[in-house]
């Protein structure tokens, strides 16, 4: 039977869907151009917000994993990773799990605060184009206003989610987000027939992320309530888990810097064309294909934990078996969702009567490349970093820079195809192949066995689904 953590996760998500089924045709249809293009260019501005975390969430998870597999201590670095013994499945390190903690209670804080400020500047100036197309439109002001705590509100819930996830409790994160999706889909619905703008999407958006992280915190504090465990000093600040986080987080936190400007530059420098309806077509087609990789990233990441936990026992041939089982079934859902939406897509919005449109044919093809392949990088990077080593920082914020840098060069003379071959070929030359090739050597891989291997574990794994599907219903 498949993993839980994924079906909840996919559960998730395919609510997600029908906010694209039946949320998404009426925003196409009721909002303006400029809303539109102000609509899709939210997530770019959230995740700017969300850059605040610098990496620390992802560490905690990593770090939640070590100490409930029974760790004593987080190593800094790929060094102290292969220096210390492989760890024996036992009880969880309480002390450890508990300063933890009550250290990321207070990291948390500042890193709200420093999202709110990115927000008042940088992001004012990421969305001062749009506004300034809208003649300044007061209700985007207000939505762009409310967006604000709406961020503070997902960067404190952050800790919660990672340590959820770190405990290996995925499925019931994802079972109350599916939840959520669910009412969301709902109002969105109701909102949007009755002609409600953006900002009152945003407003339940807000509401949502606070009942999300009260629920989050509730469940972790619980969970320690359950093993019996006291927090005593809920503010006590651990140096020695701060530098072991530190290690790896800055390192992490200067990825995710590049890693936006990777994902989110060509969106950002389509938001600068004075074209409002291309830049509503590119960022649609962009909105689009995140809820394909969100799919995508499911199966591997929701399994996360299992992966580190392996990786800390350094168990070698199962942690190859079950990565591979989990990037196959991402890679299946990707490659498949985008050559439908490809060769049919507009034909279903023409169907559905949107004037909105993806990009032509030639670029849509170019950004379902590129992002399949950077789908297959940021698995293997997420492999190797499990021994909490982090070096791609230098090529993600080089690569993420160039994309910007000559993106906005090329804007000019070539418009949106500019925009896109720049970061397939930056990609191609610095990052599609660096964590690959840094994940095989940790796995004691060779390149030949990895690429016969691996679609091999995955059929196997999809196979055994099926056949447990076909037992249960006999």
């Given at each position: ?37 102000f ?20 560490t ?86 409310i ?65 999300r ?46 890693a ?8 950002i ?102 992002e ?15 021994t ?38 930056v ?23 990895y ?6 574990y ?17």
């Open positions: 039977m498949y993993h839980s953590p994924t079906m909840m996760s996919w559960a998730s998500y395919f609510i997600r869907f029908g906010s694209a089924l039946f949320v998404l045709p009426l925003i196409l249809k009721l909002y303006t151009p400029v809303e539109l293009s609509w899709f260019f939210i997530n770019t501005i959230v995740g700017f917000a969300m850059l605040a975390d610098s990496g620390f969430g992802a905690l998870i990593r770090a939640v994993s070590y100490f409930k597999a029974g760790a004593s201590y987080l190593p800094r670095n790929k060094k102290e990773y292969d220096e210390i013994d492989e760890i024996k499945q036992g009880e969880p390190h309480f002390p450890n799990l508990v300063n933890l903690l009550t250290t990321a209670n207070r990291i948390y804080i500042f890193l709200g605060l420093f999202a709110i400020l990115m927000l008042a500047t940088g992001g004012v100036a990421a969305v001062w184009n749009i506004m300034s197309i809208s003649e300044h439109q007061t209700d985007l002001w207000v939505a762009y206003l967006i604000i705590p709406y961020c503070f509100a997902m960067i404190m819930g952050v800790k919660w989610s990672s340590f959820m996830r770190g405990l290996g409790y995925v499925a019931a994160e994802a079972r109350f987000g599916a939840f959520q999706g669910l009412v969301r889909v709902l109002i969105f619905v109701i909102m949007l027939l009755l002609k409600f703008g953006p900002a009152y999407l945003i407003g339940y958006m807000f509401i949502e992320a606070i009942i992280y009260v629920y989050l915190r509730w469940f972790v504090l619980k969970w320690f309530r359950n093993e019996k465990v006291e927090i005593k000093e809920k503010n006590k600040f651990d140096p020695v888990i701060f530098k072991s986080l530190w290690s790896a987080t800055w390192r992490t936190g200067l990825l995710f810097w590049g936006y400007g990777i994902q989110s530059g060509t969106s420098l389509a938001s600068q064309l004075s074209d409002v309806v291309m830049m509503a077509s590119f960022l649609f087609t962009m909105r689009i294909f995140t809820f394909l990789l969100n799919i995508a990233r499911a199966p591997f990441y929701s399994n996360v934990p299992t992966i580190y936990s392996l990786a800390a026992e350094k168990n070698t041939m199962l942690l190859r078996k079950k990565s591979s089982e989990y990037m196959f079934i991402g890679f299946a859902v990707l490659i498949a969702g985008a050559l439908g939406l490809g060769f049919f897509g507009d034909t279903l919005l023409g169907v559905l009567a949107i004037e909105t449109r993806f990009v032509p044919l030639t670029i849509f093809a170019i950004i379902a490349i590129t399949i392949l950077d789908l297959h990088a940021s698995f293997h990077a997420t492999i190797y970093t499990s909490n080593h982090v070096p791609f920082v230098i090529p993600a914020t080089v690569s993420g820079a160039l994309i910007i840098g000559i993106g906005f060069l090329t804007i000019p003379a070539y418009g949106i195809l500019g925009i896109v071959v720049t970061k397939f070929l990609q191609w030359l610095m990052n599609n192949w660096y964590a690959p090739m840094l994940s095989l050597r940790f796995l004691k891989w060779p390149l030949l066995s690429l016969y291997q691996a679609p091999v995955g059929l196997q794994f999809v196979g055994q689904i099926f056949r447990d599907n076909l037992g249960r219903k006999r």
